[in-house]
């Protein structure tokens, strides 16, 4: 019988994903709401209000996505050389030697504080509470939280079966450890340095980042209220389907998810050395898929003059043939 030698525990996530989910959800709505009303406003005090209401709004519903990223791809493996802790980008690996106690809440002599704004899901961050005590947060509910005191930090995880872990860590402490992992803290910051210090992450990130910027210009000054694209032309140049063409606002958009998914995705793969090839690729992919969207743009708008060129010259033609 082969002895199991690796136990892999996902944290709480059913309140955490409903909770999380909900919100963004309802951000999201309200985002889409006011640029459509920006589309559709004129450049004057409201469209800056409305510009400065998407902005504040952005900002959250980017850090609950992130949260709701990290909460997805969670896990806590317990193996012979330590304890494993995978939180979306952030990873721990803890010697099972240093883990010095666990105690459920009720066996905690310390005061234990609220994490760095705490929300179902997501009670995550390091808060200090006296000298040389702090407590790392890697939990996403309260109502199945561990503590695990070592030299370093106070940890606080929440598997969904606490007391599965429990007897988990006694079965890896009866089995011995094998070599003595090195302790090690991979945080998001460092994450995003290492990415940037790759050369093709950051000519990848700069041309994502400077293509998405131009279409979002280019799309704002030829297609807002009131402009039309002829989508079809008969053989008189005369157009037989003509769209509004704030519906080309799509593109921003959809480059905009495009490139925030990318760039997580290659973040995701870009943590292992042996997979930064693929994320080096996922960039070059979101880089390509921005272009495009910014090059349709382009050829939306040139279609469009061209209509109305054609359309004026064809009009143009006919007066003079009438006339003569």
Known sequence: MEKRTAFIYTPSKAKGFLFLAAVCTALLTAEIFFWQRINFSQIDFQFFLLLIAMIIIGVPLVFLLYRLFSLIFSYYRLERDGL????????????????????????????????????????????????NIA??????????????????????????????????????????????????????ANWLVDAWNNRFGRIFTAI?????????????????????????????ETPLQVLPAIRMQILPLAATVIWLLGTLIGLWFFHRKSTRRIAELVWGAVSAAVLQCLTASFLLYAEMVWGVISAVVVQGLLQALIRF
């Open 84 to 131: 494993h802790i995978q939180w979306g980008i952030r990873s721990e690996t803890i010697p099972l030697n240093a883990i010095e106690w666990i105690r459920s809440p009720e066996e905690m002599t310390e005061d234990v504080p609220w994490s760095v704004l705490p929300m179902p899901g997501a009670y995550l961050g390091t808060v200090p509470v006296g000298d």
């Open 208 to 236: 994502s980042a400077a293509s998405l910027i131009l279409l979002y210009i280019w799309a704002g000054l030829h297609f807002g209220a009131g402009a039309s694209i002829s989508a079809m032309f008969t053989s008189g």
């Open 135 to 188: 407590f790392e947060f890697l939990a996403s509910d309260m109502g199945k939280m561990l503590f695990l005191g070592t030299s370093r930090y106070i940890y606080v995880i929440s598997p969904r079966d606490p007391s599965g872990f429990m007897a988990g860590f006694e079965r890896i402490l009866q089995m011995g450890a094998l070599t003595n992992v090195r302790w090690t803290s991979t945080r998001p």
